[in-house]
């Protein structure tokens, strides 16, 4: 008898209908470019993203774009999101601790909700709503929405600070 292995595609699948999306950028990279120069600061940001892919394949993400400093990221878990999310905070901490000479500060955004899936791309007011969550953030912050939240706090392994208003 034949011993048969399942094909391993060479990138994740997509998650399709509800979903948990991730925005994150680098708070004040033009003013780091400036500060570093275009060859320094070009590192830096491939030593962030390659801290950002490893993450989200480790928490089971799907990275659906990257353009400069920021990411987009769908997961089909909303706790895994914000593991990620926390994982990847805690590594450019110890990343400023050891290279005060360039800090990275990071924010980031979560919210959990239906999206439209076309292609590898997804869209619809829940993706919104992401993105200004992630806009709403400060440097070194994991701001995530109400829903998300109440997803992930049954499990007890996650700590969230106090809640505020954000118009979004």
Known sequence: PQTMAPAISPRPVA??????????????????????GDQRAQEVLRQHNATVRDQVAAHGGFEVKAQGDGFMVAFPSARRAVLCAMNVQRSLAKHRLEHPEHPIHVRVGLHTGEAIKEGDDFFGRNVIMAARIAAAAAGDEILVSSLLKQLTDSAGDIQFGEGRDVSL
């Open 15 to 36: 998650p399709d209908g509800t979903v948990t999306i991730m925005f994150r950028d680098i708070q004040g990279s033009t003013a780091m470019t400036e500060r570093l």
